[in-house]
Every structure is written in structure tokens, then in C-alpha cells.
């Protein structure tokens, strides 16, 4: 299982947004693409999803064009975890993970028994089977993201594309998500997520791919991809990177340590 | 848990309690009148019926119950249902708990179809022949629209081509009312647009239950992807349905289901727009049980309000009156109480 871009333009419209980006997520592999506000990722991520068609440039999964396949097919290769959103609706949890089954089912079916253990067991692979019959309107935000992942763990899909799943989270749920990012990659998961924090790709991706005004500004391993001169022109603020003790990579901006 | 919910019943107590309150009010609707009948002049009626025997000593006893109050039951069961179903359907499509379904402009479009029926001073088929008809085409010229304005948040556009072309079927049914006639006219158009089951026919029941039914199949077959829909498009694209796809076909199903109700009632608001949502506070939104639980209690309700309509006075009320009555203070106190929603 390979999504793959080559040569991608993607816009809303007649409206580009980004062109001549190129990348590649197999299972195993977490991207991480990084990019200053307005940059295109969530742009790109819609075109990837296959929400947006393509400008220019083509999509494949396996090989297959992603514009030949449908809604379903693609359902069944690339799940989407959305921002922790608020929903209108209190779905209870369990219903919320449960929808991630659908793909599975036929036209006019009801989850069933097969469903709902799929369901539960992707809310303990997570931690949260004891949320299963609360409403989803009624759980934090940190609980809210570990569930949208439980749904598409239900999904079965082999690749998860995750739309800044540490945004608007604290400080303990962002080390959450991430960690079960790390996780599941590891499980066999091909990961792509997006997020403002440089040091989230040196955390848990094995690629790093910077978008900046819808151009490719780099791309390849994190310790590689990642420079000082290119994160402090791309996000406009004077970066430096250091290494703990402990082997860790950090973005330290100098402008705030003196 | 502080926050653990609690409010929700079992859904199948609930809806055996619904189920049961509804064939309470019916039988004390079908007792009830100015010709007052008991449980047991209405069960001996119905068992004679059922055996195909016929007393003359019954004759007026029967008449009133089979041909005055039980088509006027049955129609209030079935347009309390429907514009329920439709309610609960359309509040899902368009993610919002408050909205009623008249959204589209079906009921504004069927009263304008009515209007000028009565102006043309056209038979009674005819008029709600063509208040289904301009409720429907009401409809299919906002999706129309909707589909010809590109480039924006899609119910978005839809609800915008609602208001407006609800907003002009409007003005076009106060023209009829300044040119119609004062003295007979204007009276039936007002009475039209405000609902009532006063004039309802056991005919008029038997032509929009197969058009409520038929409407319903594609709601109950495909009741768990509605709970998709209501997640947004992109979402449910991403989880593997077409969303477009499969609104059409719902907003298709609810506005044929709310147009033939319309038809034969007038215009009844509030119904579609408060049960749904209360339903939902009891048995969750889960359309598996929502739509049963807010068909029942829809069903219920108008059956409530129009037997209070018929018995409160000696001249019937209009229903649309009375559910505004009730309807509003429940109206502001959801939204006092409820979620946000947009």
C-alpha cells in the first residue's frame, strides 16, 4: 500500500493554492508536513484524501489513479482523522467509532457484531474503552482526538492522514496523540500529519516534507531535511536547534532565551 | 461520572412508552367530541366492523366514528409523523437541531400552489394537487439553485436559496390575498395557510399515506449513513459515502414526504421542528432510533393538538395557532438549554 503525489498542483476551484509537490507514505512510514499558516497543508491534505481533485500533477494509491477510484475504495486504503472537532449531534462514542465501519458494510446496513467488536477494540487499543457510552459532545478535547483515531483505527485502513491532531490540545495530550502516532506506525500504520510544531517531526516522523507558499521547501529524514536557515526563513524568526543530553532534537527560539 | 449521561432511556422503553401514549391519545381522540362515545361503544364498533356485521341500531354511532373521527386520526397521526421524519431528516442534513422542514421553502411553495388554487376557485383535489406540486417544484428550483452557485459551503447555499425563494413564494401569496376575493377567498386561503384537519376526508388520507410510505423507505434503509451526513461532508466523504449523492436522495424523500402531507393539511408549523429535536434529547441522535421516536411522538402531538382544536371551542382552531403556542415558548427554551449549533 503506496499513496503517492507526483508533480501535484492542488487548489480550490480554478484557484491554486500549491504545485510540484512530491511524496510517498507506505505503511511504517510517519510524514510529518510542517508549514507556516496559509502554506496549503490542509489544501494539500484535502487533495490527498481525494476531496479536492487534483490541478496537476497525479495522485496514486498502489499505483491506481486516485481520481479512478470511488469514495468507497478510497475509504478502504486512507483513513482521515479531523481536527477534534466540536459535533453538533452527542453521538455517543461508541456510535462516533462505529461510523468508521461503514466502508465495511453494505449499502443499507446497520453495524453489527463484528462492527461493534472492531469498534471496542480500537477505543482499548487506545485507552478509552471506558468512554465508549459517553456523548461525544460531553469528553475534552485530548479525548475527542484519541476517538476520531479509535474511528479510523476501526476503519482498517492502511494509511491514516491526520489533520494537526495536537492542535488546540494541552501540553500532556499533544505528548498523547504523538505518542500513539509513534505507536501505530509501528503497528504497521502508514502515517501523513500535520502540525505548527517543528519538533513534533523530530518526535515520531521518519520524513519530514515543508510546504511554504504552496512550494516544497524540503523534504527527506527530519535531522536531514530540517536546518536551522531553512526553518528560520520559512517561518520567519530566527531558529535554533539543539540536542539534549539525551539525544533529543528541540527548536529553541534564540529571540526569546535572552 | 459527574457528566454522565442519563437522560437517555433504554430506546426500546422509550419507544414502547411513545408507542403507548400514542394509542392512548387516539383512543381518547376518537372518544371525545361533541358526540361523545366510550372505550367500549368504540371497541364493540370496531369488532362489529371487523366481523362485517352490521346493526341499524348503531348506525349513527358508526358513522361519526368511521367517518368523521377516525380519518381524522389517521390524518393526524400521519402528517404529525411525517413532517417529524422530515424534520429529523432535515435537521441532520443541515447539522442543525433547529431547523424545521420548511427549510426549503416546501410548505411556503405548497401554500402558494393553494392560494392560487383557491383564487382560481378551482375543486378541492385540484388545490392540494397543486400544493404538492408547487411544494415540491419550490424544492427543486432551491436545489437548483443551490447547484448552480458553486464555490461555497454547500447546505450553506441551500438554506441562503431557501429563505430567498421561500422569502418571493411569499410575497407571491400576498398578492393572491389583496386580489382574492375578501369574502370567500381570503378566509379559505388564511385558514389554508394556517393548517387544519377539519375538512379531511378518509380519500385524502388514503392518497398521501402510500407517498409518506414510500418516502419513508429510503430513510429506514439508509438510517445509518444519515448518521454520516450529519458529521459534514468532507467527513463523510472521508468515511467512504458520497455525500452529495446521498443528500439529494434524503432531501428527495423528506420534501416528498412533507409536500403530500401538506397537501391535505395546510401549512402546520412547529411539529417538524420540535419533536425531531426532542426526541432526540430522549433517545439520542442516532437515526436508528430517532426516526421512530420522533415519528411517534410528531404523531402524537398533532393528534393532541388537533382534538383540542376540534373540542376547545365551538369554532375549530386553526392547528398552525395552537402548535405556534406551544411550540414557541419550547422553541426559546432549547435554545436557551441546548447546544450551539450554527
Known sequence: ?258 | MGDRHTRKLTPGLALSGLGLAVAVIAAAAAAIGPYPLTINDIAAALLRRLHGVSDPAFAQLETVLFSVRLPRIGAALLVGAALSAAGAVYQGLFRNPLVSPDILGVSTGAGLGAALGIFLSLPVIAIQGMAFATGLATVALVYAVATAVRGHEPTLVLVLAGVVLGALAGACISLLKILADPYDQLPAITFWLLGSLASIQPADVATAAPVVLISLVPMVLLRWRMNLLSLGDEEAAALGVDPRRLRALFIAAATLMTASVVAISGVIGWVGLVMPHIARLLVGPNFDRLLPASMLMGAGYLLLVDTLARTMSATETPLGILTAFVGAPVFIWLLATGRRGW
Request: a negative charge; aromatic letters at 6%.
Open chain 1, 1 to 258: 500500500m503506496e499513496l503517492r503525489a507526483e508533480k501535484l498542483a492542488f487548489g480550490y476551484g480554478h484557484q491554486p493554492v500549491g504545485r510540484d509537490v512530491d511524496l510517498s507514505v507506505s505503511p511504517g512510514q510517519v510524514l510529518c508536513l510542517l508549514g507556516p499558516n496559509g502554506s496549503g497543508k490542509t489544501t494539500l491534505f484535502k487533495t490527498l484524501l481525494g476531496l479536492l481533485p487534483a490541478q496537476g500533477g497525479r495522485i496514486t494509491l498502489d499505483g491506481t489513479q486516485m481520481s479512478a477510484l470511488s469514495r468507497a475504495e478510497i475509504a478502504r486504503r486512507i483513513a482521515y482523522v479531523p481536527q477534534a472537532h466540536e459535533a453538533v449531534f452527542p453521538y455517543s462514542v461508541r456510535d462516533m467509532v462505529l461510523m468508521g465501519r461503514t466502508v465495511h458494510q453494505g449499502l443499507f446496513a446497520q453495524p453489527g457484531e463484528v462492527d461493534r467488536a472492531r469498534a471496542d477494540a480500537a477505543l482499548s487499543d487506545l485507552g478509552i474503552a471506558d468512554l465508549a457510552d459517553r456523548d461525544y459532545t460531553r469528553i475534552s478535547g485530548g479525548q475527542r482526538q484519541l476517538a476520531l483515531i479509535a474511528r479510523a483505527l476501526a476503519q482498517e485502513s492502511r494509511l491514516v492522514v491526520m489533520d494537526e491532531p495536537t492542535a488546540s490540545l494541552d501540553f500532556g495530550n499533544q505528548v498523547v496523540v504523538l505518542d500513539q502516532v509513534k505507536r501505530l506506525a509501528g503497528t504497521g500504520l502508514g502515517i501523513v500529519f500535520s502540525t505548527h510544531n517543528p519538533d513534533h517531526a523530530f518526535a515520531c516522523a521518519t520524513d519530514v516534507l515543508v510546504l511554504d507558499e504552496g512550494l516544497t521547501r524540503a523534504a527527506g529524514a527530519p535531522a536531514d531535511a530540517l536546518t536551522e536557515e531553512m526553518l528560520s526563513s520559512v517561518y520567519g524568526v530566527d531558529v535554533r536547534l539543539e540536542t539534549l543530553s539525551s539525544g533529543y532534537r528541540v527548536c529553541v527560539p534564540p529571540a526569546l532565551s535572552g
